[in-house]
């Protein structure tokens, strides 16, 4: 028997920048993900390891935390960008927070 499907995720090599991020119409600044493995995915922010993004079948899982061995799971998507965009920080909300607006 002869698989027909095409393969699950094309080879990638290097850094890629998050395009479009979930409701934005602009790029998240600083965002970088890059293929560590067949299916796992390293996510850079400002030059800072934020998260990882497991393939698992169809589905992306996002994990957030600095180490690989570490990382806890912190959300699950069909689409690539939104599991990325669910491990860059909330720079709006952060910057709220600093002010004393919760």
């Not at 090599?13 to 970088?32: D, E, F, M, W, Y």
């Not at 998507?77 to 002010?99: G, K």
Request: proline share 8%; with cysteine.
């Amino acid at each position: 028997m002869t698989d027909t499907l095409p393969g699950r995720i094309p080879p990638v090599r290097g850094r890629r920048t998050l395009a479009h991020p979930p409701g934005s119409s602009t790029p998240v600044p600083g965002v970088i993900w890059e293929r560590i493995d067949t299916e796992a995915y390293a996510v850079s922010v400002d030059g800072c390891t934020v998260g990882f993004i497991d393939v698992v079948g169809t589905v992306f899982v996002s994990l957030a935390g600095h180490r690989y061995d570490r990382a806890v799971e912190v959300a699950q998507s069909l689409v690539f960008e939104r599991a990325v965009a669910s491990l860059a920080p909330r720079r709006d909300s952060s910057s709220a927070h600093r002010a004393g607006r919760d």
